[in-house]
């Protein structure tokens, strides 16, 4: 029993901080903070229940991740918002099925939390960026592409995958991701309000 509220009370501080205090914080979506709490409590109740009955851990497992998988294709989400569905899937599983010993599920959860603040801080990328580019041109040539993506963008193109070439309409969509320099990034940085200074 004390094991079970141990775990409780971790699970709640830690998706606590990772869906309000990180995510919400980073992105604003309040749709995506209901679903990452919802799917945290739910996996933590189930898979405690399951691990004291004879229907095995298995099946709740396998259960659970059908419905993330139908979940996640239900909407569109970036690639960031569905690693932390699995960081909330997680540490709900960690929560419910660590017993032993006490500082296991505490050690992990806080493992994952800070993982999470580190690799998705702003700070992090702040240069990098990635974009789908429409040019009113069609480029067959890679290096000319390249040389106006930069001139358009303002950066150094470090990856570009040509999306669509219409001869026909002279266009062209890439798909580009690029560095900013340093001075393009503070007046980034001067123009867009940080998420601290931002308003829920």
Do not use: C
């Not at 979506?29 to 679903?35: E, F, Q």
């Not at 709490?37 to 259960?63: D, M, Q, Y």
């Not at 702040?126 to 592409?145: E, K």
Request: glycine share 6%; hydrophobic share 50%; net charge positive.
């Amino acid at each position: 029993m004390k094991a079970l509220v141990l775990n409780l009370v971790t699970d709640v501080v830690a998706i606590t901080i990772v869906a309000y205090g990180i995510y919400f914080r980073r992105y604003y979506r309040r749709d995506l903070l209901l679903a990452y709490i919802s799917l945290n409590v739910g996996i933590f109740a189930v898979t405690a229940l399951l691990a004291e009955s004879k229907a095995g851990v298995g099946l709740g497992l396998g259960l659970f991740g059908i419905l993330s998988i139908i979940r996640l294709r239900s909407d569109s989400i970036t690639q960031e918002e569905i690693a932390y569905y699995f960081i909330a899937l997680a540490l709900g599983l960690i929560a419910g099925l660590a017993s032993s010993p006490l500082w296991l599920s505490p050690t992990l959860s806080a493992a994952l939390v800070a993982v999470m603040y580190i690799v998705d801080h702003p700070r992090l990328t702040a240069r990098t960026h990635r974009q789908n580019v429409t040019l009113d041109r069609a480029y067959p040539d890679l290096g000319q592409l390249q040389a106006a993506l930069e001139r358009l963008l303002g950066g150094e193109v470090r990856h570009l995958v040509v999306l669509q070439l219409d001869l026909v309409a002279d266009t062209t969509l890439v798909d580009v991701r690029y560095k900013l320099p340093r001075a393009a990034r503070h007046q980034l940085e001067a123009v867009v309000p940080s998420p601290k200074s931002a308003t829920a």
